[in-house]
């Protein structure tokens, strides 16, 4: 199944220092979904200043237990990150499949 995730970041004052704390961490774990083929697109989410404030994911992964899982150990909500996280089943256009 695959799955939209939308993390939106704090507002507070140090939110964009947790988020830059776990950032390669994230990453590294991104690149370790994206090569089992579990993670199929990724995007920061910016403000109008261009700051990022969130992210945007979309998995394929086998169930919505398999992405509460993924989120128990993702750095964005282990580093309280994101203080606001939405998932909904999606489905990837014809034209952007793997």
Known sequence: M????????GKDEGAIDRR???REAH???GDTM?????MLYA???????GVMCGSMIVLDVASRAA???WLAKEPYVTG???ERIEVMPCKVGPSFQR
């Open 2 to 9: 695959q799955f939209l995730v939308l993390g939106y970041d």
């Open 20 to 22: 830059m704390a776990v």
């Open 80 to 82: 309280k990150v994101w």
């Open 27 to 29: 990453l590294a774990l």
């Open 67 to 69: 992405v509460d899982e």
């Open 43 to 49: 995007a920061a989410m910016l403000t109008e200043e």
């Open 34 to 38: 994206r090569s089992a083929g579990q």
